[in-house]
């Protein structure tokens, strides 16, 4: 039976990725951050909670690492955990430096000294692509970070590929474009739409307040994009992949595909901070405008080509953006029930 660890476990991916490997056999650990609610809603969800073996973990502090990877030896190391919100990063540029930056070496170190034999994945993203010097952008795209969130990436990029350059390790890192799920963060756009519009289908009346409805996102949907990374340790050699739908969508459509998928109809009017959309339907407010959620730098057209990961893994996406956005809608519509 293979073994593999999870930090972030408790996050979307660490729950998606945990159902994939127990459903293939495996021996799955994970890493909790000790706070004051110890709950597991994702794990719980997808009904793996009691399936899994969870362990303090926290990624800014070195001796409880060494002592997780002293003493359980795995197959298979995904490091998936991380100050994952691009936008608190510029109000924790320090914290996220740490966790997701110096975090990694401190785990490839541990693995270096006492499990060299662990093949170890790294959860780049998309945001070190950030101010896009090419379109669309792939493993050999030069790196423009425009957040502190990005910043600290490119370090734990850079430093997963020295690892694997140095000392020989089997670490690979993917890059991973935008994915979502019932299961994301409240806090991410897409599933503040689709939690909003799901309460104005309920019954409710209060708008979701958004910023920059432009920028626009290559989405998929995170169950698909688990399936790359543990792909990604099954090969002989370790690299790095894009994994990506190639298909960029402004937030506006999202809005669009959430809405109608709850039945809405909406009609925009004005522009910039003034836009709003309104359901014809009923008459309701659904979208307003607020500088609040703006960011002071933007990453505006990422849309990724995944074409070696097609070719090395046969992995392709299997969700496209407007199934995304009806199965993150009809989820929360049915959860508000
Ligand atoms: P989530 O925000 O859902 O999960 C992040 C996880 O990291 C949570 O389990 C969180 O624990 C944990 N964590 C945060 N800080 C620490 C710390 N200091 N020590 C230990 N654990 C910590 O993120 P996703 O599942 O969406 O993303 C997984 C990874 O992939 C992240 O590294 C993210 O940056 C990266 N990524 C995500 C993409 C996406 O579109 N989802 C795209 C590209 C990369 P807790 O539950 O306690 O908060
Ligand atoms: P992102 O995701 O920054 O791409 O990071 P997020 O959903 O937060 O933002 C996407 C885009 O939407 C615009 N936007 C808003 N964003 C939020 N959160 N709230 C709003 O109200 C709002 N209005 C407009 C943003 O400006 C942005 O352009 C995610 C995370 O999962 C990272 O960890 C991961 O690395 C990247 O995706 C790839």
């Not at 423009?144 to 694997?164: C, D, E, F, L, Q």
Request: charged share 25%; proline share 4%.
């Amino acid at each position: 039976m293979k073994k593999a660890f999870i930090t972030g476990i408790t996050g979307q991916d660490g729950a998606y990725l945990s159902k994939l490997l127990l459903e293939k056999g495996y021996e799955v650990h994970g890493g909790v951050r000790r706070i004051s609610q110890p709950d597991t809603p994702r794990l719980d969800k997808l009904g793996v909670t009691r399936d899994v073996q969870l362990h303090d973990f926290d990624l800014s502090e070195m001796n409880n690492i060494y002592r997780t990877i002293e003493k359980i030896k795995v197959d298979e190391f995904y490091n998936l955990a991380a100050q994952s919100f691009v936008g608190s990063s510029w109000d924790l540029p320090i914290y996220a430096a740490d966790t997701n930056g110096v975090g990694v070496v401190r785990i490839l170190d541990c693995l270096r000294n006492f499990a060299p034999e662990t093949r170890f994945y790294q959860a780049s993203t998309s945001e070190m692509f950030g101010l896009v010097q090419e379109v669309p952008q792939s493993e050999t795209t030069r790196l423009y970070p425009r957040s502190p969130y990005g910043v600290a990436k490119v370090y734990g990029h850079y430093i997963t590929m020295n690892y694997r350059e140095s000392f020989g390790m089997h670490a690979s890192s993917g890059i991973l474009f935008n994915h979502e799920s019932p299961l994301r963060g409240k806090e991410f756009v897409t599933r503040k739409i689709t939690l909003a519009l799901a309460a104005l289908a309920r019954g409710g009346d209060a708008p979701v307040v958004l910023g920059n409805l432009d920028a626009k996102r290559d989405w998929g949907f995170a169950g698909d994009y688990v399936r790359g990374m543990w792909l990604m340790l099954q090969q002989e050699k370790a690299d790095d992949y894009v994994l990506a739908t190639g298909v960029t969508t402004p937030i506006r459509d999202f809005v669009i595909f959430a809405a109608e998928a709850l039945g809405m109809d909406l009609a925009w009017d004005g522009e910039g901070v003034t836009e709003t959309a309104t359901d014809r339907k009923t008459g309701k407010r659904v979208v307003e405008i607020s500088e609040k959620f703006f960011r002071p730098a933007e990453v505006d057209l990422l849309i990724g080509d995944a074409g070696k990961a097609r070719e090395n893994l046969g992995w392709t996406p299997e969700v496209d953006v407007r199934q995304l956005a009806e199965m993150m809608a009809k989820s929360d519509y049915d959860d508000l029930g």
